[in-house]
């Protein structure tokens, strides 16, 4: 990958292998190249980055002698657990949903049916838009109008860029993305002169009309007691929260979307959940939606779960943190980036249930039900199962509705959601505690992705 020398592996049982040792693995390196190469983090900060190895635990890793003010790592998913998960999570979902409704009838759609030469450019343009306006409130995309086409101009660029080839070889995908630094500098330096970003406190208002949400207030209070975060280096952080946020929600929506109305069946029954979750209002014509009894329908969180398994792909990047780091025959060495897939273990026969004869569920294709546990069916579930157990009672599933949820989804689902403490993880069937919240960004983008897709039906 330009000048870095990596491995990549390609082998299902080997991306297996990689996917049970998340603690023999790091992401530092891709999150580094990401930083420097796609985010535009100037070269002089980068080192302070490089210098953070304690990890994202409370306790600092053996061996790291970093500042506590300079845990870059830490400061980020502790923000991320405390204004991404809970109430915040549910208030910020909330807030979206009001920006995308108010959008959608602010635009030309009206009450009669209108015809789109392409529903993907449309749901690209609201729904980045409502995501943008709910972490940054409406001053980017008031000021710079451009804002939403440079974005998914960067977005297409991203194979150019992470190679980090110089400017004059892609000037324009550097001149795209400048802009849109430049775009979020100019907000930062408007919202510092027009609010108070301390205002971070339980008792403190959840919105804020310039920064917006709590979470953006918090990562702009850490910025001021640590020197090297200059104007350039946090908005290049703040660049990366919203790539983060919206690269692969808006293409997943699109395709949940797709999925739903290709099956009348499906379709029919996800709007009944929708409904089911809507709850009066007073002083508003239409009811609104009940954001936690949505998102934990266990029908909407498995539609949502397969479509990621499906539909979304990823290149993940970890490097070795021993030197020892064995797989299968191989030794890797400490540091060397290590490339797989997620789509290797997303279409795994050896680690998902391709049901049965009678009900087969391939994996190449799309099945609504993958992720759901039925007590009385000891075959359903995600993972592979063992024929010799057709008809007998599952020890693993004692609780009686009939779409229960137990390890068994985890299980299987983390083969592609989840790999350690910086990456996603799966949209479980059964509500999780909401004090661990293990992947903040991920689930509130499957809480965005689950809430924008089915406000549209």
Not at 50 to 73: C, F, Q, T
Not at 120 to 138: D, G, I, K, N, P
Not at 208 to 235: H, Q
Request: glycine content about 4%.
């Amino acid at each position: 990958l330009g000048p870095a020398k990596l491995y990549l592996v390609a082998g299902a049982d080997q991306v297996t292998s990689l996917f049970k040792a998340p603690k023999d693995l790091s992401p530092r390196f891709g999150v580094l190249l990401s930083m420097e190469n796609l985010f535009g983090t100037p070269s002089d900060v980068i080192p302070f980055y490089k210098m953070d190895k304690s990890g994202a635990s409370a306790i600092p890793m053996e061996g790291s002698n970093v500042e506590p003010e300079y845990r870059l790592n830490y400061f980020q998913v502790k923000a991320a657990q405390k204004h991404l998960s809970g109430t915040c999570l549910t208030q910020m979902t909330e807030h979206s949903m009001k920006v995308l409704r108010r959008r959608i009838h602010e635009s030309d759609i009206g009450d009669q049916w209108t015809e789109m030469p392409d529903l993907f450019t449309f749901l690209q343009h609201e729904v980045f838009s409502a995501a943008v306006e709910s972490l940054t409130e409406t001053y980017l995309l008031n000021q710079f109008p451009g804002f939403v086409d440079d974005f998914w101009e960067f977005d297409r660029s991203v194979p150019t860029m992470i190679k980090g080839l110089p400017h004059w070889l892609a000037p324009r995908p550097y001149k795209v993305r400048q802009r849109l630094l430049d775009a979020v500098k100019s907000w930062h330096k408007y919202a510092r002169q027009h609010s108070d970003s301390s205002k971070t406190a339980p008792e403190d208002p959840e919105w804020d009309p310039l920064w917006e949400s709590k979470l953006m207030r918090a990562r702009e209070e850490y910025s001021k007691g640590v020197d090297f975060m200059n104007e350039d280096a946090l908005a290049a952080e703040d660049l990366g929260l919203i790539f983060a946020m919206n690269t692969n929600a808006v293409p997943a929506v699109a395709w949940l979307i797709i999925e739903l109305y290709l099956d009348k069946t499906l379709l029919s029954r996800a709007q009944a959940e929708v409904q089911a979750a809507h709850r009066p209002t007073p002083g508003l014509e239409q009811a609104e939606l009940d954001i936690v009894k949505l998102c934990n329908s266990p029908l909407l969180q498995s539609v949502y779960a397969e479509t990621l398994r499906l539909r979304v792909a990823i290149l993940l990047m970890r490097t070795p943190k021993r030197e020892d780091f064995h797989m299968g025959q191989w030794m890797f060495p400490k540091c060397r980036p290590i490339l797989f897939s997620s789509r290797t273990a997303a279409l795994n026969p050896e680690i998902w249930n391709v049901g049965t004869a009678q009900d087969p569920r391939p994996l190449e294709y799309f099945c609504a039900d993958r992720f759901l546990v039925s007590c009385s069916d000891p075959m359903s579930g995600p993972s592979k199962k063992d024929p010799s157990q057709s008809g007998k009672a599952s020890p693993e599933i004692a609780a009686p509705d009939e779409q229960a949820d137990n390890s068994d989804a985890r299980q299987a689902g983390r083969y592609v959601f989840r790999h350690g403490e910086n990456s996603c993880r799966m949209a479980s069937v059964r509500r999780e505690s909401e004090n661990v919240p293990e992947q903040a960004f991920c689930k509130a983008r499957g809480h965005w992705l689950i809430c924008y897709t089915f406000f549209t039906l």
